[in-house]
């Protein structure tokens, strides 16, 4: 059994940089990766699909460059093989790139299945069968989550995309359906009926986005609906079927009845399941809650001594940007002053479905289930100079206030460039300003960030 200072398993955005941290230390490091380097986020999740999410955008553009003045002569159309080409490209550099930095640092890598043997030891299985057997002083769970496929009758006998295998696509589906309207099922839905497909979405809730305020998810369908895109809410899919010619049929139970779909494509989006099925967990003494993910405190300590988990597989907020916090958590705790906790911390997203949904803090929903006090405000992007001159003036920003002291409790924006504008608010609250604050602050114009001393005039007018 080999002797290593840290264990990884995973090299996502939380084992990549945790593995240099302890390499450059000069600790000896084993980082186990089954698959590529730099994990969902880098391969299959946020580089790539923003990198198509581009394209669809320009073609979009294209089509409706008369809006502004400007001609094109005839129909766009969308080479997939070059979507699909430019995408690959930045995949390889920015995986390479994390490869070539672990290297360099001297992190030593194993590529390989790994599941747990004991406390802290590991065995990992090669492709070619070759097995090696690890044991940590510390080891850090960084593995990710994978697909959920739902138990719909036929499925498995469908031939299924999900979110890795729907960017390798070579043309363009004349009709994808999508099951499920959370953050990636929305994202494809919208690219791609931008590339030029018809699109169905079914989502089992009353709407989509199923933990954001209403208001928010009404005006995401009403734009996804303007722009043709075919949504059926609370639609249980009970049953697939698939013909010779590749057609798939989906039954589904509605509101107001049964329906039959069918479509050249299917995207299953149904959410997320840990990988931890392979780690023989209860072998190391690491508990899970009933879905498989891993139970940790506020340090992402697991219940086994010396064991840590990070990122996805914890279940909390699956975003690229909190797997890396978890690091930083992880690195304070372990090499810097201590104190670093994940409770408490602010959690800031964007949904890239054109126009953005940018959000930072409370929702209605959680001021409420907490009971939390709070005036909400809101501004439609109509009402902003710089959506106007733009001709992006669709969706809204809402901010909820402390109603006595202008704190501001939490902001979303959906509209152009929310996620930009989001980040302009997360800095103000981190800094403690304050609605006046920013009512009152001088702001470039014509800028997005200029329309938050409009936004937030709102607040306190009687």
Same mark, same amino acid.
């Given at each position: 059994m080999e002797s290593f200072d840290a264990v990884i398993l995973g090299s996502g955005q939380a084992g990549n940089p945790l593995a240099v941290k302890f390499a450059v230390l000069g600790r000896k490091v084993a980082l186990i990766e089954r698959d590529a380097?730099?994990?969902?986020?880098?391969? +299959?999740?946020?580089?790539? #699909?923003?990198t198509m999410e581009a394209s669809g955008r320009v073609a979009w553009l294209v089509r409706r460059s008369g809006d502004y003045g400007v001609r094109v002569q005839g129909p766009v159309t969308v080479d997939m093989k070059k979507v699909r080409q430019r995408k690959r490209a930045i995949v390889r550099s920015f995986s390479g790139g994390n490869e070539?930095?672990?290297?360099?640092?001297?992190?030593?890598?194993?590529?390989? !299945?790994?599941?747990?043997?004991?406390?802290?030891?590991? !065995?990992?299985?090669s492709a070619q069968g070759e097995v090696r057997r690890l044991r940590g002083d510390l080891v850090f769970i960084n593995t990710g989550t994978r697909p959920h496929i739902p138990q719909i009758e036929g499925l498995c006998s469908c031939h299924i995309l999900d979110n890795a295998t729907i960017m390798e696509l070579d043309e363009v589906p004349a009709h994808l359906m999508v099951i499920g309207?959370? +953050?990636?099922?929305?994202?494809?839905?919208?690219?791609?009926?931008?590339?030029?497909?018809?699109?169905?979405?079914? &989502?089992?809730?009353?709407?989509?986005?199923?933990?954001?305020?209403?208001?928010?998810?009404? #005006?995401?369908?009403?734009?996804?609906?303007?722009?043709?895109?075919?949504?059926?809410?609370?639609?249980? #899919? &009970?049953?697939?079927?698939?013909d010779p010619d590749g057609t798939i049929h989906l039954n589904c139970t509605c509101p107001d009845g049964e329906k039959s779909i069918s479509g050249s494509h299917l995207l299953v989006a149904a959410?997320?399941?840990?990988n931890t099925d392979m780690l023989d967990l209860p072998g190391a003494g690491v508990e899970t809650d009933g879905q498989g993910f891993i139970v940790v405190d506020d340090r992402l300590r697991t219940s086994a001594e010396g064991v840590f988990a990070l990122g996805d597989v914890t279940g909390g907020p699956a975003f690229t940007h909190i797997a890396y916090d978890d690091y930083r958590?992880?690195?304070?705790?372990?090499f810097g002053p201590g104190g670093g906790t994940t409770a408490g911390r602010m959690v800031p997203f964007t949904v890239f479905i054109d126009p953005q949904l940018g959000r930072v803090g409370l929702s209605e929903k959680e001021a409420e289930s907490r009971g939390i006090g709070y005036e909400a405000i809101t501004m439609p992007m109509s009402h902003v100079?710089?959506?106007?001159?733009t001709d992006e003036t669709w969706g809204f920003m809402k901010a909820l206030v402390e109603p006595d002291s202008g704190r501001i409790l939490g902001f979303a924006c959906l509209g152009a460039e929310a996620g930009e504008l989001m980040a302009v608010v997360q800095m103000a609250m981190a800094g403690g300003? #304050?609605?006046?604050?920013?009512?009152?602050?001088?702001?470039? &114009?014509?800028?997005?960030? !200029?329309?938050?001393?409009?936004?937030?005039?709102?607040?306190?007018?009687?």
């Open positions: 380097i730099g994990g969902s986020c880098v391969n +299959y999740g946020c580089s790539p #699909t923003k070539e930095k672990l290297k360099k640092n001297g992190v030593e890598i194993i590529r390989g !299945e790994g599941r747990f043997t004991g406390l802290r030891e590991i !065995e990992v299985l309207g959370g +953050y990636v099922g929305l994202e494809f839905a919208r690219m791609f009926r931008r590339f030029g497909s018809e699109v169905t979405i079914i &989502h089992r809730s009353p709407h989509v986005l199923s933990r954001e305020d209403a208001d928010i998810a009404q #005006t995401i369908q009403d734009i996804f609906r303007k722009d043709g895109v075919n949504i059926i809410l609370e639609g249980q #899919t &009970h049953r697939a079927v698939q959410g997320r399941d840990p958590v992880v690195r304070d705790n372990i100079a710089r959506a106007i001159e300003l #304050t609605a006046p604050d920013l009512k009152n602050m001088i702001f470039a &114009h014509p800028t997005l960030a !200029e329309s938050l001393n409009s936004f937030f005039s709102l607040w306190g007018r009687e």
